[in-house]
């Protein structure tokens, strides 16, 4: 039997759908609306986006956070991509035991290593804080820049950077004219991903942040703690606009370097989403 | 005498326990195109490595236009090479891709532009100068390969398998077009393949190799009609052997007892004694069945005949000689299965082996 022509397959989706748009769609509508209780349409405004842009903890919260999310989008791609060129000419087994913790970093619950990493800081006496934050979200992130870069290492000809060589570029340059460039794609794209899971991060932030800033995200969970007003809608619209123009450019990046290898499509089974 | 485009002296290459190349001495003249071939695993592609730098010898020397290459990185020898994989950069056109070398060489923009824009037109990609390499086809991603390593003007060109990924058609072709290109720009080809057929169509001499060994070096007629060696025999073309003694003779023509047919002139390689167990060559198309029992001796029973267009090939079965094989033109008709014939070869289209004492 044919599921998708069941009679309560097309409602039941569209009402999963409903369920999943309607909050986003409630959060946009009601970021423009002068009702502060938001029990009804009251007209049109966009005083709390200006409350919003005022807002010092916001302000603050978005400086750390960006902070936070180019520190650990590097230090990520750092790790990724020293990973992927060891990875080409690691032995099998070696290889085995590197995608193993790679995986590992991305099936564990996030909580799970940021109480360890709580627990590890406090005994070493490494005080919590930004630094802390950094190596929390580039302890995961950096799962997910591996696989990326990996995938397009993979499909890449071991013989071209002996082919550079005997075009007469030395092994540096080979390096960068070859290997490096021929990774951009899949690099940037990696780096686009970390940066927006490293931006929209609670978990690990809160664990690891201490007496210091709190990024955006903790800063939005700490203001609905007490009350919610139309400013958080606003707040929320932002971050939702700017989150999914990043993930695009990530998509359409990691797209691009799909197409250029071989098996450029290993890596697009794996969820781009966590 | 001219300084030999590629010298390998003494050259050997270990991996570990392993012996890739043994001890292998090699001239191949400035302008020739020479080929190596041998089954996978005889070492060919190594030798290629080692001329191009990417393996260095174990023992020997490598020398490109007499200069010694030992401890020569690959970037600073006069050498290019057409890998198998074609290795074009995936991230590049074919203009910057044909370019690579040039960049690397720091030439000029307006020389840039020029050269590559006659490597392009030698290998017949006009139009094609923005394509990515995966938008090429098979062919086409061959031939920017090709230009690309042409551009350097490289003393040597060195070409590993470069037909091996294109179809039968394709590849025919292809040969025809590189042994245009070749004569052209005049640069000494080196050629590995595994396919004896392509080598013999476009090498002025081949080298065969078997298991770390250099078996024989000639034209293709010397390699095809006059092998060294029973691998070489077998390996360019199939062969139909008599074991055989030699009872006399002298510089190059013996007359020899082949078991089961009696006293035949045979040509060989000069010096042998008397005595020396041998194996007689015959290639197929040298070997004629006729439907008539004749006087001299040699008959076979039909087991069954292919058409192949060209030639047609007839595999008998004879007493004492086992299997052998006779190939025809394909026009007339076809001996019937079973069929009783008669076999007979020219005495200079035998060639003898000699297999020393005892070996078979």
């Keep these: ?274 | 005498m001219t300084t030999p485009a590629v010298d390998l002296a003494g050259v050997e290459k270990r991996f570990g326990d392993l012996v890739a190349v043994r001890h292998l001495d090699l001239e191949i003249e400035p302008g020739e195109f020479f080929s190596i071939i041998g089954p996978s695993g005889c070492g060919k592609t190594t030798t290629l490595r080692m001329v191009a730098g990417f393996e260095d010898p174990t023992a020997g020397r490598v020398s490109v236009s007499g200069r010694d290459m030992t401890g020569v990185r690959p970037y600073r020898r006069p050498v290019n090479t057409v890998f198998q994989s074609y290795a074009l950069f995936p991230h590049l056109d074919v203009f910057e891709n044909v370019a690579f070398g040039l960049r690397e060489a720091r030439v000029g923009k307006a020389e840039v532009r020029a050269r590559v824009a006659e490597a392009i037109s030698l290998v017949q990609l006009e139009g094609r100068e923005q394509s990515r390499p995966r938008k090429l086809s098979g062919g086409q991603q061959q031939r920017v390969a090709l230009a690309r390593a042409l551009i350097n003007r490289p003393d040597v060109l060195l070409l590993d398998e470069p037909l091996g990924a294109l179809d039968l058609k394709l590849r025919t072709e292809m040969q025809t077009q590189l042994k245009d290109l070749q004569r052209t720009v005049g640069v000494t080809f080196c050629y590995v393949t595994h396919d004896q057929g392509e080598a013999f169509s476009m090498s002025d001499r081949v080298a065969v190799m078997n298991l770390g060994l250099l078996e024989q070096v000639g034209t293709p007629e010397d390699v095809y009609h006059r092998p060294a060696s029973l691998f070489v025999a077998d390996f360019v073309g199939k062969a139909n052997r008599f074991q055989g003694r030699i009872e006399e003779g002298s510089s190059g023509v013996y007359t020899v007892d082949i078991a089961g047919i009696g006293s035949r002139r045979v040509s060989g390689p000069g010096g042998l004694p008397s005595g020396t167990e041998v194996v007689v060559v015959v290639r197929p198309e040298n070997l004629r069945a006729a439907p008539t029992e004749t006087r001299n001796g040699l008959t076979a029973t039909v087991v069954d005949a292919s058409f192949q267009g060209a030639v047609r090939t007839v595999r008998l079965q004879a007493a004492g000689l086992g299997e052998l094989t006779a190939a025809a033109g394909g026009a007339g008709q076809a001996p019937a299965p079973g069929s009783a014939v008669s076999l007979t070869w020219d005495d200079d289209h035998a060639w003898l082996i000699s297999t020393g004492d005892g070996t078979p």
């Excluded at chain 1, 993979?154 to 004219?177: H, Y």
């Excluded at chain 1, 929320?236 to 450029?264: K, P």
Aim: proline share 4%; net charge positive.
């Design chain 1, 1 to 274: 039997m044919n599921i998708r022509r069941h009679p309560v397959a097309a409602p039941l989706s569209f009402l999963i759908l409903l369920f999943m748009w309607v909050p986003l769609i409630v959060v946009g509508v009601n970021s423009f609306n002068t009702q502060t209780i938001m029990a009804g349409w009251g007209g049109f405004t966009t005083h709390w986006y200006s409350l919003a842009w005022h807002n010092q903890d916001v302000r603050t919260g978005l400086k750390t956070t960006l902070i936070i999310a180019v520190a650990s989008s590097v230090l990520s791609l750092f790790v990724a991509v020293t990973g992927a060129l060891w990875w080409r000419r690691a032995s099998p087994k070696a290889r085995a035991v590197y995608d193993g913790l790679i995986f590992a970093r991305i099936i564990l619950p996030e909580v799970v290593f940021a109480t360890a990493l709580f627990f590890l800081f406090l005994k070493i006496h490494f005080s919590l804080g930004l630094t802390a934050i950094v190596i929390g979200h580039t302890v995961w992130n950096s799962a997910y820049a591996a696989i990326i870069v990996q995938a397009r290492m993979a499909s890449l000809d071991p013989a071209l950077e002996e082919a550079a060589a005997d075009l007469g570029a030395t092994p540096w340059r080979a390096f960068r004219r070859v290997t490096l460039s021929a990774l951009m794609p899949a690099i940037i794209a990696a780096g686009l991903l970390a940066f927006t899971f490293s931006f929209d991060d609670v978990v690990t932030s809160v664990f690891l942040q201490g007496a210091s800033n709190s990024p955006l995200p903790v800063v939005i969970l700490g203001m609905i703690r007490f009350r919610i007003t139309p400013e958080i809608n606003a707040i929320g619209l932002l971050v939702m606009l700017f989150t999914v123009t990043i993930m695009s450019m990530a998509v359409i990046f990691y797209a691009t370097a799909g197409s250029l290898g071989r098996a450029g499509r290993r890596g697009s089974m794996l969820d781009m989403y966590r």
